[in-house]
T-cell receptor, first 112, second 113 residues
Framework: DAGVTQSPTHLIKTRGQHVTLRCSPI?????VSWYQQVLGQGPQFIFQ???????GRGNFPDRFSARQFPNYSSELNVNALLLGDSALYLC???????????FGPGTRLLVL | AQSVSQHNHHVILSEAASLELGCNYS??????LFWYVQYPGQHLQLLLK??????LVKGIKGFEAEFIKSKFSFNLRKPSVQWSDTAEYFC???????????FGSGTRLQVQP
């Protein structure tokens, strides 16, 4: 069975640019969550989507946005990139809210 | 705010040694508890989880964890580690109301052959 997939695997951007990260959940999973993992720290929650609606949001600025599509895949958008946005961005899917989350390999973003 | 503390940041053990990694959380409501592992070059994988019932849960690869509600703890144990257990281990708590995982800062385990 295919797990959670994310694209791209690596990305290099410059300050002020915009980035879009993509995630495909495990087949049958309707919930997608996004996390940011800075080197040396645990993942930090950004968003959760369930049935195409935002169900939770972490302490991130409005530069961060996301959406979920009818096929339950999801995009994370970050505007006006800052150096501090350099991190591994993880997507996790679950069959429903409050269920076990399974993680993808992540997208490593470097902002120069 | 909910938080998770992992007491050991870096642990070095010899093969066959016993392992215990500490995890404490601060949240008074209903929680679901997880341990995830990240092997070098790989993505986060679920090691074990506790939702309810028997507070001693068993996971993959011989790992187990004990939920002690009175101590707000969920420590990870393994009787005899192997070199292949070298990885970073994360404790996480799911606030069933907020539906978001809160992670600890992780423990890097290095097992020497």
């Amino acid at each position: 069975d295919a797990g959670v997939t994310q694209s791209p695997t690596h990305l290099i951007k410059t300050r002020g640019q915009h980035v879009t990260l993509r995630c495909s959940p495990i087949s049958g999973h309707k919930s997608v969550s996004w996390y940011q993992q800075v080197l040396g720290q645990g993942p930090q929650f950004i968003f959760q989507y369930y049935e195409k609606e935002e169900r939770g949001r972490g302490n991130f600025p409005d530069r961060f946005s996301a959406r979920q599509f009818p096929n339950y895949s999801s995009e994370l958008n970050v505007n006006a990139l800052l150096l501090g946005d350099s991190a591994l961005y993880l997507c996790a899917s679950s069959s429903g809210q409050g269920e076990t989350q399974y993680f993808g390999p992540g997208t490593r973003l470097l902002v120069l | 705010a909910q938080s998770v503390s992992q007491h050991n940041h870096h642990v070095i053990l010899s093969e066959a040694a016993s392992l215990e990694l500490g995890c404490n959380y601060s949240y008074g409501g209903t929680v679901n508890l997880f341990w995830y592992v990240q092997y070098p070059g790989q993505h986060l994988q679920l090691l074990l989880k506790y939702f309810s019932g028997d507070p001693l849960v068993k996971g993959i690869k011989g790992f187990e964890a004990e939920f002690i509600k009175s101590k707000f703890s969920f420590n990870l144990r393994k009787p005899s580690v192997q070199w292949s257990d070298t990885a970073e281990y994360f404790c996480a708590v799911l606030n069933t109301g907020r539906r978001a995982l809160t992670f600890g800062s992780g423990t890097r385990l290095q097992v020497q052959p």
